[in-house]
């Protein structure tokens, strides 16, 4: 079971995540401050870290700038308030793989927790996280683990591939686990814009609830709608625009 180190300057919030990671399995490191939380990191090498954004001292961005320059692979999951979605997109542009509420809600932890499983044993197994598929209604492009700046050239190469198959109608299907970082919105941006100099139609669907939030922050809503399910984003394909 993976190591999971969790800091946080409020002691009820680390007896919380004591007590429920504990029940799950999980080996549980806890830290009061980013100093103590990057010296744990540092001897323990977790493989899952919860962060706070706002700490005295050293705050949370720069503990996930020190975590993932020694271990880019490390999932860091940063901790912000209700109403903090801007704190949430200055993390993912560092780099960040995930964000969590607070209050933390025993849901809302189950789905970041079995996201950043998904994805550590994804990139364990596969080094191609975008595929290619087809539909009656449109060409899909399957999206699975981090959506890097490294994910720039697989993007481009199967937004290529399908448009030189004829596809007017495109569908981005993302795995309910994927996550994508600041580089990663940045792609997606420039292969949407390349989309619409093309006259291709562009659905959304898979994300989850949290990068739904943050697509419609960054604006890429204005590119291509989100749906909940295939289904919808296909039938919103067929329709004539």
Known sequence: MNKILVIDDEKATLSMFRLMLKA???TVFLAENGAEGLDIANREKP???FTDIKMPGMDGFEVLKHLKKNDPKTEVIVMTGHGDMDLAVKALNL???DFINKPIQRNALNSALNRANDR???SEIHRNHITTGRSDEAAILNIYGNVTASSETSL???HQKITEQGANKILLHFDENASVNGAGIAV???MLTDCKKKNQRVAITGLSDNFKTIF???GI???AKIFDNEQESLRHLSEKS
């Open 24 to 26: 799950y399995g999980y």
């Open 47 to 49: 493989q899952i870290v």
């Open 95 to 97: 780099d960040a793989t």
């Open 120 to 122: 550590i044993n994804l």
């Open 156 to 158: 481009t190469e199967a």
């Open 188 to 190: 997606l941006i420039q």
């Open 216 to 218: 419609d922050m960054v």
């Open 221 to 223: 809503t204005r590119f």
